[in-house]
């Protein structure tokens, strides 16, 4: 029998998954990420813990087909990151170093990146091969998957779908320091923006005034029929569908797949994203699914255990 490992590094924890090669997922578990002195720890860490699962499950190299990487960060394709925000690291040789500690087969990508992956391999786009994932959360993240393989590009940038432009009148920075980011506004915190601003222009009557301001909380009162959450929804729905119809007029993927916290609003989501969607779509597009993810947190390590295989 063969198996792989996905394994998906994140700022607080690494998730890790042993797989059998047709998809199956076996067991899964996480270790903490230890990001002091550089973060020099985590490599070495993961390598150890990789060997513990393998003694315990009486593996030996030869069943396993390697391991799968996912970093929140760019790579490129040798397996090289330059800089990451939230690990510590500088320029770092992943796919080499962790070769060398575990002496098996390694392949490294961008996290958003073998989220993507994940779901086209055993989530939400099960069996398509063209699809594009956004995930909404803290920021906004993408995967642009092409003819089953995910766009790398030159620096290992590709598929950054929160830093496509979406308004060139705005004033205030993103995090990025450009402006008029599509993170600004469709992120958990850009909509909890979209709605401070919202609340400032008028004293219309709105139960999000009584309320910490959130992403959930305009959701909540969207459900409950709140006008002004309504409001506030369609625009972020509007920049949103309309970045979407761009993206899939150069990537033309049959399904895209919306991921990340905000997400979890549901179906209600969607049909604000579908209509701006639809109302810019190229008409090759039209067809083109809008879809929830359904692996949750476990897309990134199935992602990366793809990417080995």
Known sequence: MEYCFGVDIGGTTVKMGL????????EKWEIKTR?????????PDVADSLNQKMEE???????VSGIGIG????????GIVQN????????????????DLTQMKVAVGNDANMAALGEMWLGAGKGEKNLIMVTLGTGVGGGVIVNGQPVVGAHGAGGEIGHICVNYEEEDHCGCGNRG??????????????AGKRLKADDAPSSLRDRKLSAKAVFDELKKGDKIAEE????????????????AAITDPSVIVIGGGVSKAGDILLKYVEKAFKERAFF?????????????NDAGICGAAKLIL
């Not at 797989?19 to 076996?26: A, Q, S, V």
């Not at 990001?35 to 490599?43: P, V």
């Not at 929140?72 to 394709?77: D, E, F, G, M």
């Not at 569908?241 to 993206?247: E, F, K, R, S, Y």
């Open 19 to 26: 797989f059998m090669i047709e998809g199956k997922l076996l």
């Open 35 to 43: 990001t002091e002195q550089e973060g020099e720890a985590i490599l």
């Open 57 to 63: 499950k009486k593996l030996g190299k030869e069943q």
């Open 71 to 78: 970093i929140p960060a760019p790579v490129n394709a040798e």
């Open 84 to 99: 990451t925000a939230n690990l510590g690291w500088g320029y770092k040789e992943v796919r080499k170093e962790m070769e």
């Open 181 to 194: 980011c599509l993170e600004q506004y469709a992120s958990a915190t850009g909509i909890t923006r979209l």
């Open 232 to 247: 506030i929804v369609e625009e972020f729905g509007t920049y949103l569908g309309h970045a979407l119809a761009n993206l």
């Open 284 to 296: 090759a597009n039209e067809d083109t699914r809008l879809v929830l993810a359904m692996l949750g």
